[in-house]
């Protein structure tokens, strides 16, 4: 069977792969396709693509974008956009997006200077060659400066929801989200259900434009991917899947350790 993964990051946002990285060990993993689904930003899928030309893989366009419903945050993923989604008002849309990230990056570090901690922008800067910034940079500026010994540390004691340093971010509508993705040709898909909390709005978002349910992510429960299969099939939207990798320096899961059939590419083709 033909394998894929529909959700990968690589360093243009908050990933360790660079994009070759990333396609060497998708074909180490024997994946027929993957798509690069880096947060807030397209900016890697031109050199993803290049290197997938060159290692005969097959290398889907892709975003995950935030979002909210209502003030549930929620990950929208974008896939198969047209030939001119460089000159898209989705472009535009997530450039906003990248600069919001920085911004906040910078009240991270502000909070974190009057907590007393040494950390500066340029620390957090340096954590990442390219793309989007976001809060797992801050930690690793953490990490580099010894503050605590792990990411992980670094969110529990400071940037998670509820912690001294923790600063809220501006996340655009799903429905404008949804509509971004749809005027630059491409499909939109719900991200890792299980972890939003916004079943009841699915139907909503089905009918603003959501055409696909990540069904099988590696935090989903046997029971919940069960019950997004048939939710998907109930309100006929696609039933996708990926692994959700950030790369081996990021922790958490490896690439293609969620068995997605090809097949879904088609289905995503056809929507």
Not at 49 to 56: I, L, N, V
Not at 146 to 173: D, I, W
Not at 241 to 265: A, N, T
Request: aromatic share 6%.
């Amino acid at each position: 069977m033909k394998l894929v993964d529909l959700h990968l990051h690589t360093r243009y946002s908050d990933g360790a792969f660079t994009p070759g990285e990333l396609v060497r060990a998708a074909t180490t993993k024997g994946l027929a396709a993957i798509a690069v689904t880096d947060h807030d930003t397209l900016e890697g899928v031109a050199e993803t693509k290049r290197a997938g030309e060159a290692a005969g893989l097959e290398v889907i366009a892709g975003v995950e974008i935030t979002a909210r419903v209502e003030q549930q945050e929620i990950h929208l993923l974008g896939y198969f956009f047209s030939d001119d989604w460089q000159a898209s008002t989705l472009v535009v849309a997530l450039k906003h997006a990248q600069q919001i990230r920085e911004e906040r990056a910078r009240q991270f570090v502000g909070r974190l200077n009057d907590l007393g901690i040494p950390v500066a922008m340029e620390d957090v800067l340096a954590c990442s060659d390219r793309g989007t910034v976001g809060r797992p940079h801050v930690a690793e500026a953490l990490v580099r400066r010894k503050v605590v010994k792990s990411v992980e540390e670094a969110f529990e004691r400071f940037l998670k929801r509820g912690k001294p340093a923790f600063v809220e971010r501006y996340r655009m509508e799903a429905a404008e989200a949804i509509g971004h993705v749809t005027r630059a040709g491409g499909v939109a898909v719900l991200a890792h259900p299980g972890l939003n909390r916004v079943d009841a709005k699915i139907r909503e978002m089905r009918d603003q434009g959501l055409r696909g349910l990540e069904v099988w992510h590696t935090k989903h429960t046997k029971s919940q991917t069960e019950h997004y299969r048939v939710l998907a099939e109930e309100l006929g939207l696609v039933a996708t899947g990926g692994s959700d990798c950030h790369g081996p320096l990021r922790g958490g899961p490896i690439i293609g350790s969620v068995p997605v059939p090809y097949e879904v590419l088609d289905a995503l083709r056809k929507a």
